[in-house]
């Protein structure tokens, strides 16, 4: 079963790309409370120089796993108008949340012919990010609600931190609206210890091929294709640890293994997370088995890549 008071304490926090320290200061908290109790103790790296960024080397490392800490949202433009903050789905009637110097707002979206508005009762200060209301409903079986998104793949790495002897757990930036903190990260990583192997923390998509309660979703690819030989070695340990997973085939979409891909450094890596229906909108959902079974699988993972 799932740590409910975890998942209801990252439910409340807001990070829009480029807006991540509130979830950095979460984390680093988080990390700081708990790692006297952590299987094995690990250095962590996070002062300013790493730009919100958190990386965690235990034990001697083979094996890194990316969670990113931003979300999609909204930009406030001028008069009422709203950009998107990477591919949110924008519907009239969703409610938008955010803090400007004015105070709090809570305001509703407007989409117009493709151009997005808010109705609020007064001007909203330009620049001010706005996310999805909204509270996550946890029952038996499901999940429900904003963001889970990555929420839930920083819910499985804070999970992993517990258990985990040697690897690099690493809470990424950016990687929701163009991506840009993997490189300088992956420079770092191979410098002060080097790692073969990536694991992407992150959630993805209810399909005709994927569903909701039949495991992890280990991708074989999207719009990038990992190395055949280590997607087989993955799945092999899949087998073996009797963790239920299933496996996807995408044209497109993307992760921060696209960056990992197009580094310069030869490191094979593995989309793994469970599968969500009603991507980038309020209503996202994500069976609890299937979460389950994407912690339990990492577990297994990095003690045997």
């Known amino acids: ?15 829009t790309s480029g807006d991540e320290s509130s979830f950095t200061k979460y984390v680093i908290d988080f990390i700081n409370k708990r790692k006297e109790t952590f299987k094995v103790l690990p250095e962590v790296y996070a002062d300013e120089k790493f730009y919100g960024n958190i ?7 083979r094996t890194a796993v990316f969670a990113h800490l931003d ?9 009422n108008q709203l950009v998107p903050i990477g591919g949110p789905e924008a519907e009239t009637g969703y409610i938008l949340e955010g803090e400007d110097d004015l105070g709090p707002i809570r305001c509703t979206l407007i989409e117009n012919e493709g151009a997005l508005l808010y109705d609020f009762p007064r001007a909203i200060q330009t620049g001010t990010r706005l996310s999805f209301g909204g509270e996550w409903k946890i029952d038996a079986d499901f999940i429900t609600g904003p963001y889970l998104d990555n929420k ?13 002897e040697d690897g690099w757990i690493v809470f990424s930036t950016y990687e929701e ?8 990260l992956l420079h770092f990583i191979q410098k002060t210890s080097p790692i073969k192997h990536a694991l992407i923390s992150d959630i993805t998509w209810v399909t005709d091929g994927v569903h ?24 092999e340990l899949a ?4 963790v239920p997973f299933q496996l996807e085939v995408e044209a497109s979409g993307s992760s921060d293994g696209r960056e990992i891909q197009m580094s310069p450094y030869f490191i094979d890596w593995c989309f793994i997370g469970a599968p969500e229906d009603h ?5 996202e959902k994500v069976s609890i088995k299937d979460l389950d079974a994407m912690v339990d699988l990492y577990k297994y993972l990095v003690k045997y890549l």
Do not use: W
């Open 177 to 184: 609206h163009g991506g840009g903190s993997i490189p300088a």
């Open 212 to 235: 909701h309660h039949e495991g992890v979703v280990v991708s074989i690819r999207d719009k990038h294709i990992p190395r055949k030989k280590f997607i087989d070695r993955i799945m």
């Open 152 to 164: 839930l793949g920083v819910y499985n790495a804070l999970q992993l931190c517990e258990v985990i």
């Open 279 to 283: 991507v980038h909108s309020p209503h």
């Open 1 to 15: 079963m799932p740590n409910t008071t975890l998942l209801h304490e990252l439910a409340k926090i807001k990070s």
């Open 239 to 242: 087998i073996e640890s009797g």
């Open 71 to 79: 979300t999609i949202g909204f930009m406030v433009r001028y008069a």
């Open 55 to 61: 990386l965690l080397k235990f034990g001697k490392p």
